[in-house]
């Protein structure tokens, strides 16, 4: 029986990484591995431990894992550094804890969610380039493994790609018209989602500018809440309420949807639209994939490496206003020809015979 101590965040805190943790060990469970979840007091893991207390998760990490034989840590800086000028003690020990653990314990596994750019002269980064240069690293994105090598100066590192599928677990599908029946959506026209979080990188602004500019063909929805509220999240999420409220169609539900409600929202799409700014991989566009609904996905980081045959990838607003308009396009010569169709297969009820 394979031994697996799993690092990371999880339900129920609302985290999509906590997600996909859960769902790795739920696989792995399911497979007759022995799974042992280290998670923060607020996720549901079997050994819960502060993230934040200057390195503790790795110690621990370190003392449970000798016998374990695969160590993975989800690793998204977030998780496990506090911010400002005021922690660096803490992220010099976290660093060091992490360093630590990976020379102790080789059979450790890094999967990278996301990693800050180097910087050089901070001790922090001086430990975390060591990591990096040691660990088995896990990405989904070759272009993640290429950027982190070149941001930390590593002529090489010991990686290789897991497909981000592997961390989703879709809970309900249902079909497009059973999907927005549940919503209460109607079917007079294509359906754009934005499905996620609230925060700048996300360029969810971007989705509804261009929505405005194609002629707001259809409907616009962006589903998601503030995670980890800051006072530029905040801002960020009274800017998308405030152009939607000016941008005929779209609409902005600022609540956090969970799993079902999650795929509920892109299985009623047309399309989902990723308008990220930054961003090395995807869940919601690996839900998509799974659901079997189309996306549209921006050039940034490794998005494009992931979009499958029928995403489509834009470079600009205006590529993206037009892919709109094509796909609205597409969507009303469907049902035009579905009426038809429809209309075709109705029988005349007989005329009454004269007498």
């Keep these: 029986m394979e031994r ?20 790795q060990a739920e696989r792995l469970r399911g497979s007759g591995a022995d799974v042992i979840v280290i998670s923060p007091p607020d996720g549901a893991g079997d050994v819960r431990v502060d993230f934040l207390a200057s390195g503790r998760v790795f110690r621990e990490a370190a003392r449970r894992g000798g016998a374990a034989d695969r160590i993975v840590v989800h690793f998204q800086p977030a998780l496990y550094y506090r911010g400002g000028a005021s922690a660096a003690a803490q992220k010099v020990a976290t660093s060091w804890a992490l360093l630590s653990l990976v020379r102790r314990r080789p059979q ?9 750019p180097q910087v050089r002269w901070r001790p922090d980064y001086v430990l975390l380039r060591r990591v990096f240069g040691r660990a088995q690293l896990l990405f989904h994105t070759d272009a993640e493994r290429v ?10 590192v010991r990686a290789r790609l897991v497909d981000h599928a592997a961390g ?56 998601g809440s503030v995670r980890d509220e800051t006072p530029a999240k905040a801002a960020f999420a009274a800017e998308l309420g405030d ?4 941008t005929r169609g779209a609409t902005v539900h600022e609540e956090f949807a969970s799993d079902e409600e999650f795929d509920a929202w892109i299985a009623a799409a047309d399309a989902v639209i990723l308008p990220y700014r930054r961003s090395w991989s995807s869940g919601a566009l690996a839900r998509a994939q799974a659901i079997g609904i189309p996306a549209l996905v921006s050039d940034a980081g490794g ?23 094509e796909i609205a396009g597409s969507a009303a010569t469907n049902r ?20």
């Design 303 to 325: 998005l494009p490496e992931q979009a499958g045959p029928n995403d489509r990838v834009f470079r600009s607003d205006d590529e993206l206003a037009a892919l709109l308009r």
């Design 147 to 156: 950027a982190l090598q070149r941001q930390y100066g590593l002529r090489r």
């Design 168 to 223: 989703v677990t879709v809970h309900i599908a249902p079909g497009r018209d059973e999907a927005r029946r549940r919503l209460g959506l109607g079917d007079d026209g294509p359906v754009f989602v934005c499905a996620g979080f609230l925060h700048p990188d996300k360029g969810y602004d971007r989705a509804i500018r261009a929505f405005a500019a194609a002629g707001s063909p259809g409907r616009l929805d962006v589903v």
């Design 108 to 116: 450790i596994e890094l999967l990278i969610h996301e990693f800050d």
């Design 243 to 246: 152009l939607a409220a000016g």
């Design 4 to 23: 697996v101590l799993v690092v990371s965040s999880f339900p129920p805190r609302r985290c999509g990484i906590g997600a996909y943790a859960a769902t």
């Design 336 to 355: 035009a020809n579905t009426d038809s169709t429809a209309s075709d297969g109705e029988v005349a009820a007989p005329a009454e015979a004269s007498t």
